[in-house]
Nanobody, 118 residues
Framework: QVQLVESGGGLVQPGGSLRLSCAASGSIFGFSMGWYRQAPGNQRERVASVSSGGSTNYQDFVKGRFTISRDNAKNTVSLQMDSLKPEDTGVYYC?????????????WGQGTQVTVSS
């Protein structure tokens, strides 16, 4: 069992920056790590992910503005968010995913609120 704890959310003005962090209670080695978000009334959507090998992937709506990174030694994943827009508002969740031949292991954090508003 891996517990994920997010931090770093808050209120920021449009154009500002925030850095989200996700701390895992156990090793994230072998896990694909991702950040998702959910705005009120919307479904949860993937924002960015980083594979166990370090390959990154971003949704088009954050490309060039957000940067995901992982530190396997510290069991942490971060999301640097720059040039924030009001539509980036939502609860951001950290995710850990690992597929096996006969199933998967997947964990979620409790989420951290990001509000972009003037």
């Amino acid at each position: 069992q891996v517990q994920l704890v997010e931090s770093g959310g808050g209120l920021v003005q449009p154009g500002g920056s925030l850095r989200l962090s996700c701390a895992a209670s156990g090793s994230i080695f072998g896990f694909s790590m991702g950040w998702y978000r959910q705005a009120p009334g919307n479904q949860r959507e993937r924002v960015a992910s980083v594979s166990s090998g370090g390959s990154t992937n971003y949704q088009d709506f954050v490309k060039g503005r957000f940067t995901i990174s992982r530190d396997n030694a510290k069991n942490t994943v971060s999301l640097q968010m720059d040039s924030l827009k009001p539509e980036d508002t939502g609860v951001y969740y950290c995710n850990a995913f690992r597929a096996y031949v006969l199933g998967k292991m997947e964990y979620w954090g409790q989420g951290t609120q990001v509000t972009v508003s003037s």
